[in-house]
């Protein structure tokens, strides 16, 4: 229960975190608000996928490790 409970944490977290570059930032303060909320939302969504890519590489290796130990 407390591995769900931090996963779900960690990914809000991760989520409302401000995941623009410092360089990004500088170049969408000069133009629109909804341009830089976009870029915000693209650099999150690219973010996740490597995340999900290596839990469920982790998830099917400790799957096979107790299959075989039991």
Do not use: H, T, W
Request: with cysteine; net charge positive.
């Amino acid at each position: 229960m407390k591995k769900y409970f931090l996963s779900i944490v960690l990914f809000l977290i991760a989520y409302i975190a401000n995941a623009q570059c410092a360089m990004c930032k500088a170049v969408v303060e000069s133009g629109d608000v909804s341009q830089a909320e976009g870029l915000n939302s693209g650099i999150l969504y690219l973010m996740v996928f490597p995340y999900l890519l290596v839990g469920a590489l982790l998830y099917f290796i400790i799957k096979n490790r107790r299959k075989k130990k039991i």
